[in-house]
């Protein structure tokens, strides 16, 4: 968690914050989560633009087990958050999730 929250001050220090909303309520039904996932949401974007989770044994799957956490962004909709802010263009958002 302390990874994730360094990440969400830099993001918010970046002007960022205001538009994200973290959701660490969210289920996934993929099988190598072992804990915490979380997804990240911009607000009018209607689509979450970033998401991870703790996965425990999903290296030990290639060799030694290291318990892990990840995360990623996706950057094409950040951009276009960046566009919609500075009012270049209208939202439209994914239709489902990416997964």
Do not use: C
């Amino acid at each position: 968690l302390a990874r994730l929250r360094e990440v969400w001050e830099r993001m918010t220090a970046a002007g960022w914050g205001a538009h994200l909303l973290l959701d660490m309520g969210e289920i996934r039904r993929m099988e190598y989560y072992t804990g915490l996932v979380f997804d990240i949401y911009a607000d009018g974007l209607g689509a979450e633009v970033g998401g991870g989770g703790r996965y425990d044994h999903l290296i030990g799957r290639f060799g030694r087990e290291v318990p892990s956490t990840g995360f990623a962004f996706d950057l094409d909709l950040l951009l276009q958050l960046r566009a919609v802010q500075n009012g270049r263009t209208a939202a439209a958002g994914r239709k489902g999730k990416r997964r």
